[in-house]
């Protein structure tokens, strides 16, 4: 079974700085897809960034990247110009591509500071 | 993406009783899903809802705890059977629109047992 491992409970970071949260996962499948959710304090789950695994290039939303480093199985989140609304607890997730078997990691809980 | 309601958004019940969760969705979604997040932790599957079929349940979920409908393909009812403390979670119901898509999850619902 696939597992998602997220190794920082809790990351702060200074507004407008950058900040880096990792993942990393254990498969044994080719073909899958990693996302990274957001969740407020509202507690809605929010979409941040997708990673389709045959893709090379690392996956660009605005402020929002990922470093996907696929031979190492390592996932990481880079958040660039960090801003307060951007505090919530994160989620690496794994999606097979052979099933509709999705599973998240612990999770990472980061904090802006003004 | 689909536009999700989940309703109640909390509530705080007596142990024993049964609570039931609906998740409507604005345009028809081939998956439906339901997860447990207790608290400070992460996402934890319960079920796929399954249209016109019964439930596709996780290890550790039984449908006699969780019934779970889904009459159509914009709706579905998450029942949490004779509460207990230990049942005290947020109860998220997400859509996927097709193999190897995101799930997007609906506000979730803060549930209390005292």
């Known amino acids: 079974a696939q597992t998602v491992t997220q190794s920082q409970p809790e990351m702060s970071v200074q507004e407008a700085e950058t900040v880096t949260l990792s993942c990393t996962y254990d498969?044994?499948?080719?073909?899958?897809?990693l996302f990274w959710y957001k969740q407020p304090p509202s507690r809605q789950m929010i979409l941040v960034i997708r990673?389709?695994?045959?893709?090379?290039q690392n996956a660009t939303e605005n402020r929002f990247s990922v470093n996907f480093q696929k031979a190492a199985k390592s996932f990481s989140l880079k958040i660039s110009d960090s801003q307060l609304g951007d505090t919530a607890m994160y989620f690496c997730?794994?999606?097979?591509?052979?099933?509709?078997?999705?599973?998240f990691g612990a999770g990472t809980r980061l904090t802006v500071k003004p | 993406s689909a536009v999700i309601s989940q309703k109640p958004s909390r509530d705080i019940c007596q142990r024993g009783t049964s609570l039931t969760i609906q998740c409507q969705v604005d345009s028809q979604v081939t998956m439906m899903f339901w997860y447990r997040q207790q608290p400070g932790q992460s996402l934890t599957l319960i079920a796929t809802a399954n249209q016109g079929s019964e439930a596709t349940y996780e290890s550790g979920f039984v449908i006699d705890k969780f019934p779970i409908s889904r009459p159509n393909l914009t709706f579905s009812t998450l029942t949490v059977s004779n509460m207990s403390p230990e049942d005290s979670s947020i109860y998220l119901c997400?859509?996927?629109?097709?193999?190897?898509?995101?799930?997007?999850f609906g506000d979730g619902t803060r549930l209390s047992i005292l």
């Open positions: 990673q389709e695994a045959y893709k090379q």
């Open positions: 997730a794994f999606l097979s591509g052979n099933n509709n078997d999705m599973r």
């Open positions: 498969t044994s499948e080719n073909n899958y897809y």
């Open positions: 997400s859509v996927g629109s097709g193999a190897n898509q995101p799930q997007h």
